[in-house]
């Protein structure tokens, strides 16, 4: 399958700092990212949707403020966690789409966050 | 209505028995579909997908579509406890978007 990359796999902050996570098509270009949660032994909940040179599209009950989404390019897609705290530690994973891999929707390795 | 619905599980089976995992949708127009098998811990990886009507195998996995029903299933033959994860049943819709079920947990016992 396609390989979608996340940086960093793990980060723990202190309540209050900012986190960013990066997101990456190694193989393919990535018109669509997504970006999920996990919580412990809970679904996946998708937080936003985004296209390559145009805002995200949040899901409803998802602060765009608190969740900078930015695809700036066919490969690259970031996720800011703004001002974290501690309910915001979970499991964040993303998945992309494009190319000749449109029909599906690959997933990146996950990046756990700790707010401490 | 959900768009994709699950069982959520926890389903158990015998080392080497038949695991069985169903899905159902409710967009009739949707196209594709698609097994994700989650471990605990880890992100979702692709392990099938089906576009037609009817049976397709790969290995020990066989996916099942019947569009007319609106169902969709994987089975997973001779099961191993390596299989023991979470599946993740996804629809693309004729909206080209990607709908998850909540997941089904299945256990192989040794």
């Known amino acids: 399958g396609a390989v979608v990359s996340q940086h960093p796999s793990r980060v723990i902050c202190k309540s209050g700092t900012s986190v960013k996570i990066e997101c990456r098509s190694l193989?393919?270009?990535?018109?669509?990212m997504f970006w999920y949660r996990q919580f412990p032994k809970q679904s996946l909940m998708l937080m936003a949707t985004s296209n390559e040179g145009s805002k995200a599209t949040y899901e409803q009950g998802v602060e765009k403020d608190k969740f900078l989404i930015n695809h700036a390019s066919l490969t690259l897609s970031t996720l800011t966690v703004t001002s974290a705290h501690p309910e915001d530690s979970s499991f964040y994973i993303c998945?992309?789409?494009?190319?000749?891999?449109?029909?599906?929707?690959?997933f990146g390795p996950g990046t756990r966050l700790t707010v401490l | 209505q959900k768009e994709v619905e699950q069982n959520s599980g926890p389903l158990s089976v015998p080392e080497g028995a038949i695991a069985s995992l169903n899905c159902t949708y409710s967009?009739?127009?949707?196209?594709?579909f698609f097994w994700y098998r989650q471990y605990s811990g880890k992100s979702p990886e692709l392990i099938m997908f089906i576009y037609s009507n009817g049976d397709k195998e790969d290995g020990r996995f066989t996916a099942q579509l019947n569009k007319a029903s609106q169902y969709v299933s994987l089975l997973i033959r001779d099961s191993q406890p390596s299989d023991s994860a979470t599946y993740l049943c996804a629809v693309k819709s004729p909206g080209n978007q990607f709908y998850f079920g909540t997941g089904t947990s299945l256990t192989v016992i040794p």
């Open positions: 967009d009739r127009g949707s196209q594709s």
């Open positions: 998945s992309a789409r494009g190319g000749a891999r449109d029909n599906e929707q690959f």
């Open positions: 193989d393919f270009q990535a018109t669509t």
